[in-house]
């Protein structure tokens, strides 16, 4: 359509707001590009194109952020929470504890060592063994491994299970805190304190080292 010559010409006002309005989007699309405005800025439906900045605590779901999975894929257990290093003399390698390429395992400070060729300490850490001290101290040897077990008596099940002893009922090995009903059966935190009912308990991790560390053949020693 074209204007007659002798008509005035009247303000586009419509098409300047449509202008103003598109180049306001453009701007905020910008400046949130390059991090002046949140990224989250959006333009909600229907809202007559008004912009409205989503943050993290006004998600669509409420309450705290979910737990971020375990590395380790421990089922629901806080891997991080491990038990505090006691005094040195708690963490030095038992005396009389052999030599060689060994695992070790003192019932008395129920804690473990993954020890290397030339009494090379590569990991030490607190687990849970028996509560009922069925273990005889001396030297033993892996002869069992299982990355997936089920206790006796339905006392849950466990994983990375290295055997190296034999009990009254069942085989006595390391493994991961077992889990039961969908549960862990005690706390990360409880570790270095006698809870099993005959093996020895272990964080998922160090579980996963040991397990690593152990093939058939290694010689383990218990110390009182």
């Not at 943050?55 to 505090?84: C, F, I, N």
């Not at 005889?136 to 491994?145: D, F, L, N, Q, T």
């Amino acid at each position: 359509m074209t204007r007659r010559p002798d008509q005035p010409a009247r303000p586009r006002y419509g098409r300047i707001a449509a202008l103003g309005s598109s180049l306001s989007v453009t701007v905020v699309a910008v400046l949130g590009g390059t991090g002046v405005l949140p990224s989250t800025a959006a333009v909600e439906a229907g809202s007559g194109g008004r912009t409205a900045a989503i943050s993290p605590a006004s998600s669509a779901l409420s309450g705290p952020a979910p737990a971020r999975p375990d590395s380790r894929g421990d089922q629901g257990m806080p891997d991080a929470a491990e038990t505090k290093v006691q005094p040195a003399r708690d963490t030095a390698l038992p005396d009389r504890s052999g030599n060689g390429r060994r695992v070790v395992f003192s019932e008395s400070r129920q804690r473990v060592w993954l020890v290397a060729a030339g009494d090379v300490v590569r990991r030490t850490y607190p687990v849970s063994g028996s509560i009922y001290d069925n273990l005889e101290p001396g030297s033993y040897e892996v002869y069992s491994r299982s990355e997936r077990a089920w206790g006796i008596d339905d006392s849950g099940t466990m994983k990375y299970f290295v055997r190296f002893a034999h009990g009254d009922n069942a085989a006595i090995g390391f493994h991961d805190i077992p889990v039961d009903d969908g549960r862990p059966v005690q706390r990360v935190d409880q570790l270095g304190t006698p809870l099993s009912h005959g093996c020895v308990r272990q964080r998922r991790a160090d579980a996963v080292a040991l397990w690593r560390f152990a093939p058939l053949g290694t010689r383990v020693v218990v110390t009182a």
